[in-house]
């Protein structure tokens, strides 16, 4: 079978090869799905330039998600059969033309829902479903600040979010972007090029802060929203984009810009800082990703939840589909068809 496969750490163009690859086959509690779509996400760019711990050693197929029809089933899978179609996460291998798929991370969708669409339910939007449902309860009447609000687990955040009756605050970097925030629902759309978040987080809750902040940012926006949270606030980490395109003293300063913190501080202002590894929910805990699974399609059916199909891509343009995710230029999901 093809795959894209990461042959070394660098620049897009140069890390990855289109080129055979061994077609897997199921084991027990598996499937294998004939890929149609292969979604990309942040943590692929991380991967590329060698700073995702989690990434198997190179060469190595990335990718998380795929949408396809099962193609196999292993040993005692009767969940499914072949010719299901599905979107479904995958412990990297999504970037080829078949991929191995525990059942508890797949699940059926429609024939008729749309490629780019589906490929976001998965990694984005159980990413945002976990961290606004699972790890925090999000009320009516909450004041919530979403950092990269544009992206694909942004869009889904903002959606849950507006589900919910909040009144959302917003981060993009461009008018483009921030006029899609409008249109999505954003009470306080901020550009981060030009606007410091905590001041209009300040300025609009007279001091008082905001109730959950997601930040996919890391580094000093980390610092700057522990800042921001109102008493009994939380803050829901789940990326750090900004540990990117830096030397390593870049790096550094970067990783420093989390800052360093002791309970007590938690406990004197009633707030709380949450780390989000859908890797590690995938791997530890996977009936709790079939649950957040089954629900965002719920979710999706109801019309709650719209998933954007931010750019697709021919597989054979893979790089271009990296450096224009890794240039923070989607609005949405980023996908490859095969």
Not at 68 to 87: C, Q, W
Not at 128 to 134: H, I
Not at 311 to 327: D, I, M, Y
Request: aromatic share 8%; net charge neutral; hydrophobic share 45%.
């Amino acid at each position: 079978m093809q795959a894209i496969v990461l042959t070394k750490t660098g620049n897009a163009s140069e890390a990855f090869e289109l080129k055979e690859w061994e077609k897997p086959s199921p084991k027990a509690g598996e499937i294998l799905v004939k890929v149609q779509a292969s979604g990309l996400n942040f943590a692929d760019v991380m991967a590329r330039k060698g700073m995702y711990q989690d990434a198997p050693k190179i060469p190595c197929v990335l990718g998380y998600d795929v949408v396809g029809e099962v193609a196999a089933l292993g040993e005692g899978v009767t969940d499914f059969v072949v010719g299901d179609r599905v979107t479904a996460m995958t412990r990297f291998g999504g970037y080829a033309e078949f991929a191995i798929v525990d059942t508890r991370g797949a699940v059926k969708i429609p024939s008729s829902m749309p490629l780019g669409e589906a490929t976001a339910l998965t990694t984005q939007y159980c990413t945002a479903y976990f961290a606004a449902a699972e790890m925090v309860q999000l009320h009516k009447g909450d004041k919530v600040l979403i950092q990269s609000a544009a992206g694909g687990v942004g869009t889904a955040l903002v959606q849950y979010a507006k589900y919910k009756g909040c009144e959302i605050f917003g981060t993009a970097g461009s008018a483009a972007k921030l006029q899609y925030l409008k249109e999505c629902g954003v009470h306080h759309p901020i550009n981060y090029n030009e606007t410091d978040f905590a001041e209009v987080i300040k300025k609009e809750t007279g001091g008082k802060g905001v109730d959950v902040i997601f930040d996919a940012v890391g580094g000093n926006s980390v610092k700057r929203g522990i800042k921001s949270l109102a008493s009994g606030g939380r803050i829901v980490c789940y990326g750090a984009a900004d540990m990117t395109d830096k030397n390593v003293f870049g790096k550094l300063k970067a990783g420093l810009g989390f800052g360093i913190y002791h309970p007590a501080e938690f406990m004197m202002t009633s707030t709380a800082i949450i780390g989000v590894n859908m890797l590690r929910i995938a791997d530890n805990k996977p009936e709790v990703l079939k649950r957040c699974l089954e629900n965002v399609v719920v979710l999706t059916e109801q019309g709650i939840f719209k998933p954007l199909a931010g750019k697709v891509f021919p597989v054979n343009e893979f790089a271009a589909a990296h450096e224009f995710l890794e240039g923070r230029k989607s609005m949405g999901k980023v996908s490859l068809i095969w």
